[in-house]
């Protein structure tokens, strides 16, 4: 199982998370309103943003981002993939989301 994190728009997390889900490409995903200060094109940038902690079988990781990187509206979309300790995470829990996702 793997957690990807992607920061979006505000305005965009929720639409897209609702498609990730309903195709199957994710069990869940929460959404985290955050601040963000980077530097873009030698510009210091601060945002709010929504982070998306999508929770996805680590063989849907692909598919996943695929899928991620077509509705992403940012030029550069940050998609990163946390692995999950599945040993140590409850396995319902883990099941389920295999489950979800078509596994």
Known sequence: MRIILSNLPPDKGTEIAKVLVQEGLAACINLFPIKSVYRWKGELCVDDEVTLFIKVPHEK????????????PYELPEILALDVDEKDSHAAYVKWVRECCGG
Do not use: G, I, S, T
């Open 61 to 72: 990781v692909e598919p996943l981002k695929a899928r991620l990187l077509a509705l992403h």
